[in-house]
Each structure stands twice: as structure tokens, then as C-alpha cells.
């Protein structure tokens, strides 16, 4: 069984950083491209971040690009995502998800595997 558990989320002035954790277990990690997603109350998940097997490929949306790092450890089954200059704009839960296919997917479609997620807020 596949399994994704987030962690770091946590409540943060505007400005200040986080960095999210999510630990894979039940899946080769190692061929599994790895993503980051968020949804915001009141608004659709939207993709955040992605990262291809071996984490020499990443992708970024628009609203985090040179604020967001993603990154991955193979050996430990895990990735991250490093967030600084935090904005209000980016309170939401954060998904962590695992794909089979392709090398850095962004939709959504693509992901096979989810966590349950991680609040992050920020406050002005």
C-alpha cells in the first residue's frame, strides 16, 4: 500500500519560510517523478512544484518560481519543498503526490498517488 505522509506545515508571517516534508512508502521511489500541489479554501488544487526520478528536472508554476525549491533524497524516500518569502496568497493545504509516468508532470490527471495533505497559513 502506498503511502504519503506531509509534514512541516505550520502557521508563518508573511516573509518568513517553511520547508514541507513528505515521506513515500509502498512505491519504488526512486522511478516515481514527485510533485507538490496546494488548494486554498474556496479554490481548485493547483500545481506548486514537480521534480523528475533522479531530481535533475524540476518545474515550478509561475506564482512560487524563485521562492519554492523542490527537491528529493532517494535514499531517504522523501521530498521536500523549501518555501521562502512566504505570502498570504500562498495559505492553502499542500499536497504531496507520486506519479508513475512521464518526468515532471504538472496536471494533476497525471498524479497516481496522494497524501492527505499539510496546512500552511500565512499571516500579514
Known amino acids: 500500500q502506498v503511502q504519503l505522509v506531509e509534514s512541516g506545515g505550520g502557521l508563518v508571517q508573511a516573509g518568513g519560510s517553511l520547508r514541507l516534508s513528505c515521506a513515500a512508502s509502498?512505491?519504488?521511489?526512486?522511478?516515481?517523478?514527485m510533485g507538490w500541489f496546494r488548494q486554498a479554501p474556496g479554490k481548485e488544487r493547483e500545481f506548486v512544484a514537480g521534480?523528475?526520478?533522479?531530481?535533475?528536472?524540476?518545474t515550478y508554476a509561475d506564482s512560487v518560481k524563485g521562492r519554492f525549491t523542490i527537491s528529493r533524497d532517494n535514499a531517504k524516500n522523501t521530498v521536500y519543498l523549501q518555501m521562502n518569502s512566504l505570502k498570504p496568497e500562498d495559505t492553502a493545504v499542500y499536497y504531496c503526490?507520486?506519479?508513475?509516468?512521464?518526468?515532471?508532470?504538472?496536471?494533476?490527471?497525471?498524479?497516481?498517488?496522494w497524501g492527505q495533505g499539510t496546512q500552511v497559513t500565512v499571516s500579514s
Open positions: 509502498g512505491l519504488t521511489f526512486r522511478n516515481s517523478p
Open positions: 521534480i523528475s526520478r533522479s531530481g535533475g528536472s524540476t
Open positions: 503526490a507520486g506519479a508513475s509516468l512521464g518526468l515532471v508532470p504538472v496536471l494533476e490527471s497525471r498524479y497516481d498517488y
